[in-house]
């Protein structure tokens, strides 16, 4: 298995333009997640997905911020409009679920914007 | 709510030198304890896991034991290379499908 994939790895964009992340889990996990990372604040979950569908979003900083899940292999997230204080790198991981908790991260996006 | 506390780095060491990471969590129940590692420019890799009280988790000559009486689940090697400088994070998982990680703790080996 390749793993999660996340693209794409690096984006530099100018404030206010939209941005789309993207992520393809481990086929049959069931369970798939969004962090980002920044020095100031660590690992942050954002929110995240049990079969496809949100659990707890309560991590979204805020509604310039959305994600999707459209079906078991792809997921994304958008930023719109982008902020400087959204430069951070963005982590995708999924899980098998079923309260196991091992979770496997994508290498991450480094967003820059500026 | 649950909650893990790493202690503060940078830990910066010797070659062959002991190390120690401490970890100790605030959780209800009996939850899984994990040990995840973040080389420079990748994503998490999990280190190694416990699932019971005193339950030992090892993997590349790193250890951790679950102690339920001490809430702790620190995270030792007895001679560290310079390849295992990275940032160290403890995470719990309380039988539902979300981890709740510490802050992380960046460690640097000298040769």
């Known amino acids: 298995d390749a793993g999660v994939i996340q693209s794409p790895r690096h984006e530099v964009t100018e404030m206010g333009q939209e941005v789309t992340l993207r992520c393809k889990p481990i086929?049959?996990?069931?369970?798939l997640f969004w962090y980002r990372q920044t020095m100031m604040r660590g690992l942050e979950l954002l929110i995240y997905f049990n079969n496809n569908v949100p659990i707890d979003d309560s991590g979204m900083p805020e509604d310039r911020f959305s994600a999707k899940m459209p079906n078991a292999s792809f997921s994304t997230l958008k930023i719109q409009p982008s902020e400087p204080r959204d430069s951070a790198v963005y982590f995708c991981a999924s899980s098998a679920g079923a309260g196991r908790g091992e979770a496997f991260f994508g290498q991450g996006t480094r967003l820059t914007v500026v | 709510g649950n909650s893990v506390t790493q202690m503060e780095g940078p830990v910066t060491l010797s070659e062959e030198a002991f190390l120690t990471i401490n970890c100790t969590y605030t959780a209800t129940g009996y939850p899984s304890l994990f040990w995840y590692v973040q080389y420079p420019g990748e994503g998490l890799q999990l280190l190694l896991k416990?699932?019971?009280?005193?339950d030992k988790g090892s993997n590349k000559g790193f250890e951790a034991t679950y102690r339920k009486e001490t809430t702790s689940f620190h995270l030792e090697k007895g001679s560290v290379q310079v390849s295992d400088s990275a940032v160290y994070f403890c995470?719990?998982?309380?039988?539902?499908?979300?981890?709740?990680f510490g802050a992380g703790t960046i460690l640097r080996v000298k040769s």
């Open positions: 995470a719990l998982s309380d039988g539902g499908n979300k981890l709740v």
């Open positions: 086929s049959g996990h069931n369970s």
């Open positions: 416990a699932t019971k009280a005193d």
